[in-house]
């Protein structure tokens, strides 16, 4: 059946990811030196991610939002962060962000809607 329902499976992704192209939301705009700080901030900052998966397009639309200069590493089709993200991070799941402190410590923060907190608290105009 996986013959069935790839297919579909991709074309349901294609529709999502076309969806969120046309209605992305604006990114926030900031002075350029504030902008210049948290993207010095953000460079310590990894997703790891699929490109057709629903809850990283919602994370992915929350770094939009943001206005966050994040890199993206694909888990899926890039054996290096494949197995990165599973014996570092812990699990097989996407989206993951690795986060890593002044201190050299890292979090691995899975589940999108806590990465999304995350940035919003961390990022968001106060
Ligand atoms: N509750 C999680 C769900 C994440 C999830 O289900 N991700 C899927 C991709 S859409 C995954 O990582 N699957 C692992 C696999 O394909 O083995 C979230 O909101 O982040």
Same mark, same amino acid.
């Given at each position: 059946?996986?013959?069935? +329902?790839?297919?579909?499976?991709?074309?349901?992704?294609?529709?999502?990811? +076309?969806? *969120?192209?046309?209605?992305?939301?604006?990114?926030?705009?900031?002075?350029? %030196?504030? /902008? /210049?700080?948290?993207? %010095?901030?953000?460079?310590?900052?990894? #997703? =790891?991610?699929?490109?057709?998966?629903? +809850?990283?397009?919602?994370?992915?639309? /929350?770094?939009?939002?943001?206005? #966050?200069?994040?890199?993206?590493?694909?888990?899926?089709? !890039?054996?290096?962060?494949?197995? %990165?993200?599973?014996?570092?991070?812990?699990? =097989?799941?996407?989206?993951?962000?690795?986060?890593?402190? *002044? *201190?050299?410590?890292?979090?691995?923060? =899975?589940?999108? !809607?806590?990465?999304?907190? =995350?940035? %919003?608290?961390?990022?968001?105009?106060?």
């Amino acid at each position: 059946m996986g013959f069935i +329902f790839r297919p579909v499976r991709w074309v349901l992704a294609q529709i999502i990811i +076309f969806i *969120d192209w046309m209605t992305r939301p604006k990114p926030v705009q900031r002075p350029p %030196e504030v /902008q /210049q700080k948290i993207n %010095e901030q953000t460079q310590a900052i990894v #997703l =790891y991610q699929f490109q057709q998966c629903p +809850f990283c397009v919602k994370t992915r639309r /929350q770094i939009h939002r943001l206005n #966050l200069n994040i890199e993206k590493r694909d888990a899926r089709n !890039d054996p290096k962060w494949n197995q %990165e993200l599973i014996t570092e991070g812990g699990k =097989y799941q996407v989206p993951c962000l690795k986060i890593k402190a *002044d *201190d050299g410590s890292v979090q691995w923060l =899975y589940e999108s !809607d806590r990465i999304n907190q =995350y940035l %919003e608290q961390r990022f968001a105009e106060k």
